[in-house]
């Protein structure tokens, strides 16, 4: 009995190995896109809320306003690609922040990009 249980292991594991070679497991890649500021979305926040890490969001020529008295807030991996040095302007407002130190105030702006 011992030959038997041993042929069928064999085919067994032929059959397994032929099944990985004809039957390739299914891998889902995931695709970065591209985000066009502002065709996709209007504001470049708004194309950083919906981006994904590898995203690259492009931002055609144009003046663009950050958020007001807040700061602009990428937490995720992207690209982001103005279509010209010179046309492609982005204003940011951070929020002002005072502080005292003995009665005297400094008076400083908080990080424009977070």
Do not use: C, H, W
Not at 27 to 37: E, L
Not at 50 to 56: Q, R, S, V
Request: glycine share 6%.
């Amino acid at each position: 009995m011992g030959t038997k249980s041993q042929s069928f292991a064999l085919v067994l594991v032929a059959l397994f190995l032929t099944s990985i070679v004809v039957l390739p497991p299914n891998t889902v890649k995931a695709q970065s896109k591209t985000i066009i500021v502002p065709d996709d979305f209007p504001s470049i926040q708004a194309a950083i809320g919906n981006a994904t890490n590898g995203d690259m969001i492009f931002v055609r020529k144009g003046n663009y306003d950050g958020p007001i008295n807040d700061t602009l807030k990428i937490d995720k991996a992207i690209s982001l690609i103005g279509e010209d040095a010179n046309s492609t302007i982005l204003n940011l407002y951070p929020a002002f922040d005072i502080t005292y130190q003995l009665f005297y105030p400094f008076y400083e702006y908080t990080d424009s990009i977070a």
